[in-house]
Each structure stands twice: as structure tokens, then as C-alpha cells.
């Protein structure tokens, strides 16, 4: 499945380079038709196969959630950008005077962000599991209500 969405989107991206992006624009593709989007469609479909089998092998090999993992990476990557951005902005005054206004709003989503995360995940739901009845010797046991921490 997750190669068929790779490929539909892969389609979509080809066909809106060839238009010249969203704006519509100055091409962005010397050669248009057909063979460009054949080309990227292989090109991107195989890039989401190969991402999906490196996912794969990650969990498997018991380094963790292979998939969670490369989105993780990826997000770390562009860190340092995005906080080189951030004090670009703050520096130039870029919003005018919701500059510092709009830097503390950030900071605080960010923090209430990663505090609603930890709550989730170490939140626990009670869950009442009810035992059948069962056979001991030539008497009838009953079932007891035991309480499971899942979570």
C-alpha cells in the first residue's frame, strides 16, 4: 500500500514540476512529457520502497522503531536551520514589533507540545478484565475481575 500511495503521489509531484510548481510559474523541467514523469515516478517510488525497507531493518535489528526513528532523524536534522532562522528573525526584527510577541507564543506551544507528549506517553488507562470460569478438579471456579494497567 505504501508504495501504491508513493507512486500516485510521486505522479502528482512530476506532473506539478512540469506545470512549474504551484504558482504556475517559469518551468522548472527542461524536458517535459512523458519520460520525465515515468522518470520520477520510478525515482520516487523507489526512494519510499527503499526508505520503507531501511525503516524495516531498523526495527528488526532492535535498534528501535525503524520508521519513528527516520522521521525523528529528520526532524533533528533541520534543527539547527530552523533555530539559525529563528535568531535571524529575532535579529532583524522580521515581524516588526510582534517579533518578540510571536517568539514567546512559539516557545511556549513548543513547551506545552512536548509536555502534552510526555503525559501521553506515560499515561496509563485502567482496564477491567473479566476471566472465564474454569475447572478445577470436579469444582467449578469462577472468574475473578483483575485490573490491568495497560498503557
Do not use: H
Not at 36 to 52: E, H, K, N, P
Amino acid at each position: 500500500m505504501t508504495v501504491v500511495l508513493g507512486a500516485i503521489q510521486a505522479v502528482g509531484i512530476a506532473l506539478t514540476l512540469e506545470k512549474g510548481g504551484f504558482g504556475g510559474g517559469e518551468k522548472l523541467v527542461l524536458n517535459p512529457g512523458i519520460g520525465f514523469v515515468l522518470l520520477t515516478m520510478v525515482t520516487l517510488t523507489t526512494g519510499t520502497a527503499f526508505i520503507m525497507w531501511l525503516g524495516e531493518q531498523i526495527t528488526e535489528r532492535g535498534i528501535g522503531n525503524g520508521m519513528s526513528l527516520l522521521i525523528f532523524t529528520g526532524i533533528v536534522v533541520g534543527l539547527p536551520r530552523g533555530i539559525a532562522d529563528l535568531y535571524e528573525k529575532v535579529r532583524t526584527n522580521a515581524w516588526g514589533q510582534f517579533t518578540v510577541p510571536a517568539m514567546v507564543i512559539l516557545i511556549a506551544v513548543m513547551i506545552a507540545v512536548v509536555a502534552f507528549i510526555v503525559f501521553v506517553e506515560r499515561s496509563e488507562r485502567r482496564v477491567p478484565m473479566q476471566f472465564a470460569k474454569k475447572m478445577v478438579g470436579r469444582r467449578m471456579m469462577a472468574g475473578n475481575p483483575v485490573i490491568c494497567p495497560c498503557g
